[in-house]
Every structure is written in C-alpha cells, then in structure tokens.
C-alpha cells in the first residue's frame, strides 16, 4: 500500500529534473513492454520529437526488459505494465514513473459468438476447469487457452496479482508464448482460442474483446474503475542513468496537458486523471485475497 500511495504522491510533483541544464546528448533509447508502446510511448516519442528534436529510439522486449535493461544502463528507458519486484536485486533499485492507467482483456476469435465472461469464469478458466466453449454460452469446441510464459510477464503477473492475488499461481501451459505479440497473432488464426492481454494492443488487432460481469473496457468504465482489470503503466530507468535529465524531461512532457492528451487520444487514461483507481486497487486485491474472487 504505502508503494502505490507513494507513487501517487510522487507524481504530483513536477520532475525534479525538468529545469536543469540541457544534457549533451539530442537522443534516447527506449525498451520494454510492447503494450506501453503501443499504449503511449509511440506517440509521444513522435510528438517529442517533433517538439524538442530528441529522437526517441523504442524498441520491443517486454516489461521485464524494460525494467532490467533500464536499470542496467542497457538503455536509457524502460516501458512496463507491472510493478517492479522489491526483492529482486535486477529491478528493486529502478525508478518507474506511472503515466497512465490501461485495462487487462479477454480476447476472443473475431466470429466466436461469446460476448461475455465473468470474473469467476475468468478465474475457473486459468485455473484449468473450463475447457469446452459450451461452459462459456458458447458452442460445443473444445477451448484453447493461450498464455504468456513464465509468471513475471506484464500481462501475467498482473494477472496473477488481480484475480489470484498470489504472484505463484499455476496457469495450464498447453499453449505458451514468449511475447504478447506472437500470442495475438496466433488468436487471430484459431476460432477456439482465447487469452489475456492490455487493450492497448488488443484494440490493434482483428480480434473481439469481451465484456467482463458485463462492463465494456472503454474509456470511461477504466477511469471511474467499474471495469475492475485496470492497471498503470510506467516508464522506468536508473537514478544513476547518464541521461537522467532528458528522461525527467520526457517524463516531465508525458505528464502535462500536452502529453495527456496525446495519451487520452490513443483511448488511455493519463495516470493523474484516476488517481481514485489507487485505493479502489487495494480494496480489489484486499477482497481477492479474503475470497479468491472479487465480489
């Protein structure tokens, strides 16, 4: 809790570096979670060029490359739809800058008839119990689940921490994926398949996204927290990163008037605008964890 209260705290305060002197360097690098990208930080990489002239280089990876690699100085920053975890020495000291809020989603084949699944099918399904359509008002097929590997993906860590509030639970892993990218293209193919991802990059693809208890993940069910899979998503880097002052700049942009409405544009809710959605996040994992199940 005093995590999430903190970094609510921090990013009131205009970044400390926003009015130093102007660094030596007119480019940076950045790395991570696909999602992120697509989410924000192409946009705004573009529209911060073309207002300051620093190029932006971004390339893909995942949110735990964009956690380690920034803190390794391997790039300068790092995108990320999870938190960092503290007793890992490769992420514990990174800085992560929250700049908007983005949705987890059940996606689905295009012409699956299915337009809706509760959070309690949800849980039945990673937990290996639903595997025919039929238990989900859908048609008698057997059902494929895709998922991310490992338990440290963006996607899948959130996952586990929203719906389980245990970060060692076990997912069935029939059909695994090393990227959210690869994953996506793969349900586009299969009319059985069905799988997790940020609506940031569901939104991208020629799939459907299904309501969850019944609420569309738009824009304004994300921002009052009615849609209960939101999360935010940061930009990471070093505190001894060599470039420090350029990225609190680039921060410093993502986080003002401008920078939020090239974020509201791309159907993502800047961070400061659902600051409410903290402690409604405590609240849901405080009930996750007493019932196993939001109620």
Same mark, same amino acid.
């Given at each position: 809790?005093?995590?999430?209260?903190?970094?609510?705290?921090?990013?009131?305060? !205009?970044?400390?570096?926003?009015?130093?002197?102007?660094?030596?360097?007119?480019?940076?690098?950045?790395?991570?979670?696909?999602?992120?990208?697509?989410?924000? %930080?192409?946009?705004?990489?573009?529209?911060?060029?073309?207002?300051?002239?620093?190029?932006?280089?971004?390339?893909?990876?995942?949110?735990?490359?964009?956690?380690?690699?920034?803190?390794?100085?391997?790039?300068? %920053?790092?995108?990320?739809?999870? +938190?960092?975890?503290?007793?890992?020495?490769?992420?514990?000291?990174?800085? =992560?800058? !929250?700049?908007?809020?983005?949705?987890?989603?059940?996606? @689905?084949?295009?012409?699956?008839?299915? $337009?809706?699944?509760?959070?309690?099918?949800?849980?039945?399904?990673?937990? *290996?119990?639903?595997?025919?359509?039929?238990? +989900?008002?859908?048609?008698?097929?057997?059902?494929? =689940?895709?998922?991310?590997? *490992?338990?440290?993906?963006?996607?899948?860590?959130?996952?586990?921490?929203?719906?389980?509030?245990?970060?060692?639970?076990?997912?069935?892993?029939?059909?695994?994926?090393?990227?959210? *990218?690869? +994953?996506?293209?793969?349900?586009?193919?299969? !009319?059985?398949?069905?799988?997790?991802?940020?609506?940031?990059?569901?939104?991208?693809?020629?799939?459907?996204? +299904?309501? =969850?208890? *019944?609420?569309?993940?738009?824009?304004?069910?994300?921002?009052?927290?009615?849609?209960?899979?939101?999360?935010?998503?940061?930009?990471?880097?070093?505190?001894?990163? !060599?470039?420090? @002052?350029?990225?609190?700049?680039?921060?410093?942009?993502?986080?003002?008037?401008?920078?939020?409405?090239?974020?509201?544009?791309?159907? @993502?809710?800047?961070?400061?605008?659902?600051?409410?959605?903290? %402690?409604?996040?405590?609240?849901?994992?405080?009930?996750?964890? $007493?019932?196993?199940?939001?109620?």
């Amino acid at each position: 809790m005093r995590r999430l209260v903190f970094l609510a705290l921090a990013f009131v305060v !205009p970044a400390v570096f926003a009015q130093a002197e102007e660094p030596s360097g007119t480019s940076l690098t950045w790395a991570g979670c696909g999602i992120t990208k697509k989410a924000f %930080m192409a946009s705004l990489a573009e529209a911060y060029e073309k207002k300051t002239g620093v190029h932006i280089e971004t390339q893909g990876g995942g949110a735990t490359k964009g956690i380690r690699a920034s803190l390794a100085q391997d790039v300068d %920053m790092g995108g990320t739809c999870r +938190l960092k975890i503290e007793d890992d020495q490769a992420e514990s000291n990174a800085y =992560l800058e !929250p700049i908007a809020w983005d949705a987890l989603v059940v996606i @689905v084949h295009k012409d699956n008839p299915v $337009d809706n699944i509760t959070l309690a099918q949800l849980k039945q399904l990673y937990e *290996g119990e639903i595997t025919n359509w039929q238990q +989900l008002g859908g048609r008698n097929a057997p059902l494929d =689940l895709y998922v991310r590997q *490992g338990k440290i993906s963006g996607v899948g860590r959130t996952l586990r921490q929203l719906v389980f509030a245990n970060y060692d639970q076990e997912f069935p892993l029939d059909n695994a994926f090393k990227s959210t *990218g690869p +994953l996506e293209k793969a349900l586009e193919a299969n !009319p059985n398949a069905i799988a997790v991802t940020g609506i940031s990059s569901a939104r991208k693809r020629d799939v459907k996204i +299904l309501r =969850l208890d *019944g609420k569309e993940p738009n824009y304004a069910n994300i921002k009052s927290g009615d849609y209960l899979l939101y999360r935010p998503l940061y930009i990471a880097y070093s505190p001894d990163a !060599p470039k420090k @002052v350029e990225i609190s700049k680039f921060v410093y942009f993502a986080q003002s008037r401008e920078g939020k409405e090239i974020i509201r544009a791309n159907g @993502v809710v800047p961070y400061s605008e659902a600051l409410i959605l903290i %402690m409604k996040q405590l609240e849901q994992e405080r009930l996750a964890r $007493d019932a196993g199940l939001y109620q």
